[in-house]
Structures are given as C-alpha cells and as structure tokens.
DNA sequence: CTGCATGCAAATAGTTTGCATGACG
DNA sequence: CGTCATGCAAACTATTTGCATGCAG
C-alpha cells in the first residue's frame, strides 16, 4: 500500500505513513475528525489541513473510499476501496459492513434496463441494532 | 399537500407556497441553491435562511426527502417522500429514479441476518448516462 | 540542494441561528 | 392583535487554499 504511493512520486513522511495506518487498521469509518485526532496521539503538531490533503492523494491513489453518510462529515474506508454495503445504527452511529452478493445482479439489471455505464453505487440501510433495540426497551433514552 | 402543513399548525405563506410547488413539481432532485433561484423569481426578496426554514418544516411533516449525493450540498425531492433508489450521471450531472422491486427482498434478508431494524436505506448508482456516452464517443471533453 | 509536504491562518461553501420587523389566522 | 414566519447578518462546521518554513529524496 505504501508501495503504490512511492511509484506515482508522493513523498512518504512520517504523517503520512501515520493516517494511512489509521485507515488500513481501522475497522470502522472515521471522518476525518476522529482520524485527526488519532494522529495527534503521535504527532501532536499535526494540522488538520495535512490530514485533509493526504486523504485527498489517497482518494486520487484510489487507496481509500470516501463515504457520504447524512452527517455533514466525509468518512473513509482504507481496508475496502471499493463501493460495499452499509448498515449504520441510528442509534449508536455503529457501522457494519454486511455481505450482500446479490447486488451485482441487481446492477447488471439497472444497466440493461436504462443503458448507463455504471462505474459505482453507494447502498447504506439505517436503522437499529440490536443492542440499542435492547437498550430501548429497557426504558433508556 | 397543503392540507397537511395546515393539520400541523404551520401556517401557509407565500414564500412556503413557492417552495412547495417547486418542490413538488420538479421532476429531478433540486438542491436548496436551484430552489431558491427558483423562488427568487416571484419573490426576490426572499431570503435562504428561508428556504431552508421551510424545507426543514417540510422534512419534519414528512412530505419531502432529503437526499445527500457527495457534492458538498443536499438534494431533496418532493414527489416522492420515501426512500428510493438514484441512478446519477458523473458527466452531466443528470438524476434518474430508476424502478427496482427487488430491493424489499434485499432488505428482509439483511434484517434477518443482522438483527438490525431496518428502518431506512439509500441507493444511489453513479455512471454515464447514454447521451453522455454518445458525446463521449464523439470526441467531446 | 530542490521541490514537494507541512502547518498555520485565512478563505470558502453549506447550513444554522438570533433577533427585530412584518404578516397569517 | 398575538404569534409565528421572514429576512438580514452573524455564527458555525466542514473543507480548501496561500504561503513561509522544513524535511524527503
């Protein structure tokens, strides 16, 4: 992965190498806030502008995925750069990555059917987990 | 549509008329810039605060859809109030509601295996639309 | 060494909010 | 006529950019 940043001539600096460990490691979607505050852990001089052009070579890279969720804030994928199913808890804002394998079909179906090029998709599902639905029920607000 | 603003004790001005029949009459997915050039044009004095006053009146009611593509602003729809699946032109920008039964089905599984309780989702598709593909050909950048 | 990356701050875009004035019901 | 909506501007959040300094190659 740091491979292909070295052949298209980005430099690797400590930063770098940093965010691109955060979001290799991290299961889960991190917005660039909570990437941002991973990354002062070990180098608290860290700007945030360094953070948001990294994960801009990254995108071009096309190492990372970015994630619109209807939350104001960007998130990103390391460990999938490819376009994958969510399911998020309204709830908890828990993000899962479910497997959905028929969705290919349904994609080669839309195609046919309007005759676009399809390059990409975004399917993410809302709703509650069950832990909150436990929660819930448990009188918890 | 009105009848149900009124149900809610909102009351109707001429500035929500506006909104509400551009909204509802728009075919594609206006974002709150294209609406309120829209609404500008019988009432130029009306402001944007306005407008987003309104459409989050309009949100909460339940009577249009908020829609977040990865472009910085927010789309909504008013024709059709209920999660629905895009197919988004990347070349003209161009938004089409394509049908798609299948995707119930998609759901009910998810939520089996998951535990989840599913309560919304969203859908978009991104890719070249035929015109586009056309122009593409023709040697167009 | 030379240039690209960093880090700060200022700029920008989209959206929200506070408050005085005005209009719906 | 009281209350809620409007409209202006200021506040806010997420993101981008300009520029001087610093470090990777």
């Known amino acids: 992965m740091i491979q ?24 889960e979607h991190p917005d660039v806030e909570k990437i941002y505050a991973q990354v002062k852990k070990n180098f608290p001089t860290t700007s945030i502008a360094t953070v948001y052009k990294t994960i801009s070579v990254l995108k071009d890279v096309g190492e990372i995925l970015e994630i619109s969720f209807g939350d104001g804030s960007n998130h990103y994928d390391g460990n999938r750069p490819f376009p994958h199913p969510h399911l998020i808890c309204t ?7 479910p497997d959905l394998e028929s969705l290919t079909y349904v994609t080669d ?9 399809i390059t990409s998709h975004r399917l993410d599902f809302f709703g509650i987990c069950p832990e909150c639905q436990k929660n819930a029920e448990a009188g918890d607000k």
């Open 109 to 117: 179906e839309l195609s046919k059917d309007t005759g676009f090029q």
């Open 91 to 97: 709830r908890c804002r828990k993000i899962i990555d």
């Open 4 to 27: 292909k940043l070295r052949e298209k001539e980005y430099r690797i600096t400590p930063q770098r190498l940093a965010i691109l460990r955060i979001l290799a490691e991290s299961a």
